[in-house]
């Protein structure tokens, strides 16, 4: 009987402290939560119902955020709404931590095999990684853990040309054809013909549509519910290498270096972006180059692009006038991307290697990395092709002479993800690269 008492105290123990955690009432909870400040209050909010509870129906946040703003900004005194004007101040200090990490902060990166053959393109966006083109299969990734989350794999019949993704599914370009992948259901493909269009080059999507760029210099828009081509627009008289898109536009890129404006609605023409070293009346052409990268920030309508020339290039899309142009790297970029909601700063990577951060306003070079001399700490296995190497990463000024950086220390940066503090990179390998920045 003693023992028995014994071996149960354990169990007793167990769910006395499981009650004790879960017996916390709203009350006591606020008691705790009022030595945080607001982010921090914010961030708890996310851990359970019961503290988001606790968090959102009591006067925290409130008292806090009008204190904080009473008499200097006037914030607590107009009609907007107190959380509103609390979502834009968390929303500036992410932001302001993020730029702050990733020109500042200490860096590592980690490196995993993410494929069986080379892959050259991701997307990171809502804390997932979707990696692709090259191999037979689309592969997701937690950000965090670098975790497998699923496997889509590429019909026979083609090879995967581009790809987006967004929560509930995966819309890639596989030859000819739109798939659509459901992350919780059945794949999907259109139209149903092969040889509609000629050779696709890349896509974006914005639903309900998709839009295809293809090798004859049209962008073709398809409904991704009735699965038909809507429109067919003539954008440029070569290639188009990039996409853009916007609620109401499509921007694209071509081999042959001007870059047009459509409207997604309509099959016109609306500018074609001239550079601001062009005289006038002459269109506009990159150096005589070809447009590898293209991006739309809608926080800011600024538009990005850079060349195979390694010159990156802003324009004002209000506008339709540049701001600036500035030759960053000596040969191709290949891709460039920003933190949603960030309005500083744009991540860069080319075939030179280096991971390079410019101001979006100026096109100044704010910082530049490569992986260091002194590498190799290895973790245990997290992803589900092997381990994950941590990798040490330098710090380069913008005059640095790259050539005495071994190659192996700078591949060729494909393609690359910003997300909050980190940026994903592909290299045309197996594996994929996560740099973390920390303040």
Known sequence: MEASSVRASPRKANSRL?????SLDADLLCKIFASLDHFDLVRCSAVCKSWNYAVWTSSLLKDLFCKKHRGSTGLCSVSV??????????????MNQHRSSLLNGSVEAHRWNSHTVGVNQCRMKMGSIVTGVGDKVLRMWSSESYKCLGEYSIPNMASLVDFDFEESKIVGLVGTRICIWRCHGKRSMFPSKEGTFSRGLCMRYIDPEAVIGCEDGTARVFDMYSQRCSRIIRMHSGPITCLALTDELILSGSSLGSITVAGLSSDQRVACLKSSTAPTGVLYVLV???????CFNPRSHLVFAGSTAGYSHCWDLRTMRPLWERRISPNV??????MQNDTSTLVVGGIDGVLRILDQNTGKFLAGYVMDKSTTAVTPSCSRLGTVEKKKVKALPEDA?????????????TCVGVGMKKVVTTHNGKYIMMWKFKN
Request: proline share 9%.
């Open 333 to 338: 970029i290949y891709s460039m991307q920003y």
């Open 401 to 413: 002479c790259i050539d005495g950086t071994p190659r192996h220390l700078r591949p060729p940066i």
């Open 81 to 94: 709404p107190w959380e509103t004007s609390l979502k834009t101040c968390l929303e500036e200090f992410a």
């Open 18 to 22: 499981a009650a004790s955690i879960q």
């Open 288 to 294: 005589l180059k070809g447009i590898r990268s293209l």
